[in-house]
């Protein structure tokens, strides 16, 4: 059975309301100029180095790429990483202002970029190719398809999520700890965010625990969940004043985690946040797969974790990457074909063993190393079963068009200024969401 090594996965920016319109308005085609990241351009005998950047833990180690380097002597490969994803969005979009100089030959990208930067596909090569067909799940290669058919990125991992526990935590509080009980605690195949809350209210009346870790967590997988959150499929915005879904998702989180207590009131990521995983701040969190990582780093001499194979509302997709080819990059063949070995069934799933990257391969979920995969932290679940049923479970990609990001943006503050920072009532925050709403001017 292969274990887990650590890895950090940071999360999704949502700090920035700026679109990428604002930074990319300047942009040409962005096919002349720039040095892609090259060291050498493609120059002295054919030998050339690409560039990859990354941000957080794909899994790309130094052996890896050295790999491809032994099966293509004429080509090195430097991997560049930013330490979380929102400085690596920053970096790109920066330099795709200014027609694309000093990016690398690949730029690896996050699932909630992708609408903002598909509206300039001829900033990047176009990856299509035949030969690639059927490698991804088939949701997975439609979130980086533009409507004229031209695919601007190779998926890396998805996030399918499970529910993440402190089993310890469970058992002081007289509730079940065996992974297939407490998946039916929190209601099997059938359950739903209600049996969820209700088995939260079950918890803090007999713990000094919180049930789960953040409000804004919880209302982005609920988000999630929803074919169309924000946005017709058409890209048009909705009117938030009147999103009976979005409002209903935001009265439910503040509901659940401040009259009915069930929130550590906490902001991922944060030093708070961080603390929290040593002081027992509280008993469950979304898990998707890339989060077994952070969770492990936190948790330094912690226990008690465990995987329950359940998922509230049914399947879910939190996150997941892609590696692009920007078009201003003098090697841009030789980069399509390492991004195309990097996202081959074969790489992702040692990926995957390096990092928890659950694979977006078709090939690599079914195969014996990512489905015998186990995880010693977290008392030795089959992470790898798990996340491939998790994986089952997702019918779809919801759609995220141009606006997604800025909206939600708005709302995720609203819950935060009640959850977190607690400056605000539930109905005082929301008239400041619809007000910065209105201010997008969409």
Not at 239 to 260: C, F, H, P, R, W
Request: hydrophobic letters at 40%; one cysteine or more.
């Amino acid at each position: 059975m292969l274990t887990h090594t650590p890895r950090r996965r940071a999360a999704m920016a949502l700090a920035g309301t700026a679109t990428l319109a604002l930074a990319l308005t300047a942009c040409g085609s962005g096919g002349d100029g720039g040095d892609g990241g090259s060291s050498d351009g493609g120059s002295s005998g054919g030998k050339i180095e690409l560039t990859v950047a990354t941000f957080n833990d794909f899994g790309y180690t130094d052996e890896l790429l050295a790999k491809y380097t032994e099966e293509h002597p004429d080509v090195t490969v430097k991997q560049v990483k930013a330490a979380k994803s929102e400085d690596a969005r920053t970096n790109l979009t920066t330099k795709l202002a200014a027609g694309g100089e000093g990016l690398a030959d690949i730029e690896a990208i996050e699932v909630d970029w992708l609408p903002e930067l598909m509206q300039y596909p001829d900033l990047f090569e176009d990856l299509s190719d035949p030969a690639l067909d059927g490698r991804w799940v088939d949701w997975k290669v439609q979130q980086a398809t533009t409507p004229d058919g031209k695919l601007i990125g190779y998926g890396t991992d998805i996030g399918p999520s499970a529910i993440c526990y402190r089993q310890d935590l469970f058992e002081a509080a007289g509730l079940p700890t065996d992974p297939a009980e407490v998946a039916e605690l929190l209601g099997g195949e059938d359950a739903t965010w209600d049996d969820y809350f209700a088995a939260g209210a079950q918890f803090v009346s007999k713990s000094d625990a919180a049930w789960y870790d953040s409000a804004m967590s919880i209302s982005q997988a609920m988000v999630n969940q929803i074919d169309n959150a924000y946005e017709e499929s058409d890209g048009t915005p909705k009117d938030l004043a009147t999103n009976t879904e979005i409002k209903g998702i935001y009265d439910t989180v503040i509901e659940q985690s401040t009259t009915n207590g069930l929130s550590a009131g906490l902001e991922q990521w944060s030093g708070d946040w961080d603390a929290a995983f040593q002081n027992d701040g509280f008993a469950t969190m979304i898990c998707p797969a890339w989060m077994t990582g952070p969770i492990e780093e936190r948790s330094g001499g912690v226990t008690g974790w465990n995987v329950a194979d359940v998922f509230p509302g049914g399947g879910l997709n939190w996150g997941g990457s892609f590696l692009t080819v920007p078009a201003s990059g003098p090697n841009a063949e030789a980069a399509k074909e390492l991004a195309a070995w990097l996202t081959d069934p074969a790489q992702q799933t040692t990926a995957f063993e390096n990092a928890g990257t659950f694979p977006s391969q078709i090939e690599a979920q079914s195969s014996e190393q990512v489905q015998s995969f186990t995880n010693e932290f977290f008392n030795g679940a089959p992470v790898g079963e798990i996340f491939v049923n998790r994986a089952q479970a997702i019918e779809g990609a919801p759609f995220k068009g141009a606006n997604y990001f800025a909206i939600h943006t708005t709302v995720q503050d609203g819950i935060k200024r009640v959850d977190v920072e607690k400056t605000d009532d539930a109905a005082s925050s929301w008239d400041k969401t619809l007000q910065a709403f209105q201010d997008l001017g969409l």
